[in-house]
């Protein structure tokens, strides 16, 4: 009976998110929906088994005959669970068969991370056959019932809020929806934080702290021989589930130290952020960077900065970097000379002697614990910049390498050396990888003046280019690529149109996409980085919104980062532009075959455009939108006449 009711609740579930594009996010939905659901029926069977034992007599037959309590009652909780670890198994069968057939490449560690399931799983079984033991009627359905509500949805209400945010998670035994409990990115994938597994540590030992502590007190009253080493086991498994209970806390404890309190981010909270863009006059840097993790999110960094008489105007002059003042200058060095420098906040001056060499590298050794976290509405804290074996977040508005101080000057090349076993990304192109003595070193290339940034994990790099125009995304290794390409098609095409159309200045014709997870980003629309990348939502590559709404918020990304409007517009005029443009592209894209829906409260405004965008050809739909913008241009809050634009009149 119970496996009949998995796999109608598998299929179910499998149902309602066969349409999610990400198989990483599929299978995290998967997970939740399915174990969340079914982990209820855990506690209850293992309170009906003891009540069936009770019932039928079971101790009253085998009170004369020897045996021992562990064996017995180990036996029986493990039939029991067999059929829960069955359905626990569930989303691992399905992971590696996706895997085999569809991404070759995957990493293999959500096999474990979803495996863990068992534990839980083991907890409410044992949970519920404890409940059935002790109480002699059908309350012990109730008091089940009422536990696992505790342990979740009412534990949320009204346990969780009383509790210090390092302990919140705690009362959650299944960690009911990986994504909310910050354990899953749409990015990164499954998280390998220590505090997972320590969480998972917690109940595997309270449940055999419960399951020994049973078998003790019917070993006692049957006057066994093992009563000892029953009674040693059920303490030895308390400590070990205090320690790992100690251990999270303290991990939680310590990120929220480092945490800092980050409310949701808006677009337009950014707008003042697209003028002081890290954008330089001209790539002229070549760097060797040797990065080097060691312990508690911290990295050692040798960078070596080549080809300065391109970009130091004076050889006896002063090199004027910047460098995060959390790191710790060691040395500087020409060659086998040792240099001056001066720190002051991330400022970093080097005295450059008069009889340097022509052509002579700077070496720059530091070091600096990067891992910093901000803390969510929902109380989780969640890491921003790390550099370990197994996610690289450094973008280069960070400073974690050092940058010429005024601006003018950008990296031309970057050669990263890195400990091998993660793959490393970029907004610069990869020119060579190689491999040696287990470190990789990869050479990058720059394809215009913006900052160096790298990360690394479970990603890959998907790109499209046309008419001197390239865009490349950095997504997760389980997005599906067929429809990541269209996700990063309409970008790319909107921003050839918008360079047709308006000729911005600056607009960047190479485009680098990063789709962030928007909860533990905080970041509820897209937006452009001070070190030249697009933060987009990572939901866009989840399959979870309709092509017409990408296509808007591709655009509103677009026109905001490339400042067309000197002033913000009202919000019907941003509305009218919006839709005229996204009209506009879907025609580009699918011809006369597409629909735009406009928002109720603006369609008389809306809806003429659009239909004049599908009947008209291209010359006259681009003169629309030409007009259109200088109106808006010149008076932004003023709604123009759409009738004249129509006519002509603009």
Request: aromatic share 12%; net charge negative.
């Amino acid at each position: 009976m119970l496996l009949f009711v998995g796999a109608s609740h598998a299929w179910l579930v499998h149902s309602v998110n066969q349409e999610d594009k990400s198989f990483g996010f599929y299978i995290q939905q998967f997970e939740f929906m399915f174990m969340g659901a079914l982990s209820i029926l855990a506690v209850l069977s293992g309170v009906y088994g003891a009540r069936r034992d009770r019932m039928n007599g079971v101790d009253q037959l085998l009170g004369s005959m020897p045996y021992s309590s562990v064996k017995r009652w180990s036996a029986k909780i493990i039939v029991f669970t067999i059929p829960f670890v069955l359905f626990a198994l569930t989303p691992v069968v399905i992971y590696l068969w996706i895997r085999q057939t569809q991404f070759p490449e995957a990493s293999l560690y959500p096999v474990w991370f979803l495996m863990s399931t068992i534990i839980p799983v083991l907890y409410a079984v044992i949970l519920g056959w404890l409940l059935g033991g002790l109480l002699h009627s059908r309350f012990g359905y109730f008091a089940g019932f009422v536990l696992f509500l505790l342990h979740f949805y009412g534990g949320l209400l009204l346990i969780v809020p009383k509790l210090p945010k390092p302990a919140r998670l705690l009362p959650n035994f299944l960690l009911l929806d990986y994504k909310s409990m910050g354990y899953f990115n749409d990015l990164w994938g499954f998280s390998r934080d220590l505090s997972f597994w320590l969480h998972r540590g917690f109940y595997l030992f309270l449940a055999a702290a419960l399951f020994f502590l049973f078998v003790f007190a019917v070993s006692r009253i049957r006057k066994e021989p093992d009563i000892r080493r029953n009674s040693a086991l059920g303490l030895l498994s308390i400590v070990a589930a205090v320690s790992c209970l100690t251990g999270h806390v303290a991990m939680k404890s310590d990120l929220t130290e480092l945490s800092k309190e980050a409310g949701y981010v808006m677009a337009a909270d950014r707008a003042s952020q697209y003028k002081n863009v890290l954008k330089t006059q001209q790539p002229s840097i070549d760097y060797e960077l040797a990065i080097e993790p060691y312990g508690r999110g911290s990295i050692r960094v040798g960078a070596t900065m080549g080809n300065i008489d391109a970009w130091s105007n004076n050889a006896d002059s002063t090199m004027s970097l910047t460098l995060h003042a959390l790191f710790e200058v060691e040395s500087v060095k020409a060659g086998d000379r040792s240099l001056t420098f001066e720190r002051t906040e991330n400022k970093l001056n080097i005295e450059l002697p008069k009889n340097l060499d022509k052509g002579m590298e700077v070496e720059i050794v530091y070091k600096g614990a990067i891992a910093d976290y901000h803390l969510t509405s929902d109380s989780l804290m969640i890491p921003i910049h790390e550099a370990n074996g197994w996610k690289v977040n450094l973008p280069g508005d960070f400073e974690w390498y050092p940058q010429e101080a005024s601006g003018q000057y950008s990296p031309r090349s970057v050669t990263v050396t890195y400990p091998d076993g993660i793959k490393l990304f970029s907004n610069f192109d990869i020119v060579e990888r190689t491999v040696e003595d287990g470190r990789q070193v990869i050479a990058f290339e720059s394809r215009d003046d913006m900052s160096f940034n790298l990360w690394g994990g479970a990603l890959k790099e998907l790109t499209v280019s046309s008419d001197g125009y390239y865009t490349k995304a950095i997504v997760n290794e389980l997005v599906d690529e067929d429809y990541a390409r269209k996700q990063i098609d309409i970008f790319h095409s909107a921003n050839g149109m918008i360079a047709e159309l308006y000729k911005p200045k600056g607009l960047n014709k190479a485009a680098t996409l990063l789709p962030l997870d928007w909860i533990e980003s905080n970041e509820r629309d897209n937006s452009f980085s001070q070190a030249g990348y697009y933060r987009i939502r990572g939901y866009l590559f989840n399959g979870l919104y309709p092509e017409d709404q990408v296509v808007s918020m591709m655009i509103t990304t677009l026109v905001e980062s490339n400042g067309l409007f000197s002033a913000p517009l009202g919000p019907e005029n941003e509305s009218i532009f919006n839709h005229a443009l996204s009209a506009y592209l879907m025609k580009r894209l699918h011809g006369d075959d597409y629909s735009v829906e406009p928002p109720s409260e603006y369609q008389e405004l809306i809806e003429p455009i659009i239909s004049y965008i599908k009947n008209h050809n291209g010359e006259e739909i681009e003169q629309l939108l030409r007009d259109l913008y200088n109106k808006l241009s010149y008076n932004g809050t003023a709604v123009p006449d759409i009738a004249a634009l129509l006519n002509g009149e603009g």
